[in-house]
Nanobody, 120 residues
């Protein structure tokens, strides 16, 4: 069964850090580009960043310099390190997996999401 499970969300104060994890199972993790997305209440889902199998990363402008994505292909896990958090970072965060040859919008698998709340 192909599955993504996020963890690490919570309630933090502005300026704090938080690290999210997403563990994959049921597919060859290293062949997949892993993306992070978020969705705030009343807003559309937003791209946060992604990491390819060998580690190259790309970020949305809104998080560049504050968020870092990494992956461990042995543990089948991708991480989202979030620093200098702001109240506007409050959202449900999702990880997603896209086979390396697919188009940028064609993610194959999605996690259930984890809530991140940043208080001011």
């Amino acid at each position: 069964q192909r599955q993504l499970v996020e963890s690490g969300g919570g309630l933090v104060q502005a300026g704090d850090s938080l690290r999210l994890s997403c563990t994959a199972s049921g597919f060859t993790f290293s062949n997949y580009i892993m993306g992070w997305f978020r969705q705030a209440p009343g807003k559309e889902r937003e791209f946060v960043g992604r990491i390819v199998g060998y580690g190259n990363t790309f970020y949305a402008d809104s998080v560049k310099g504050r968020f870092t994505i990494s992956r461990d292909n042995i543990k089948n896990t991708v991480y989202l390190q979030m620093n200098s958090l702001k109240p506007e970072d409050t959202a449900v965060y999702f990880c997603a997996a896209r086979f390396w040859s697919k188009a940028v919008s064609e993610y194959d698998y999605w996690g259930q999401g984890t809530q991140v709340t940043v208080s001011s």
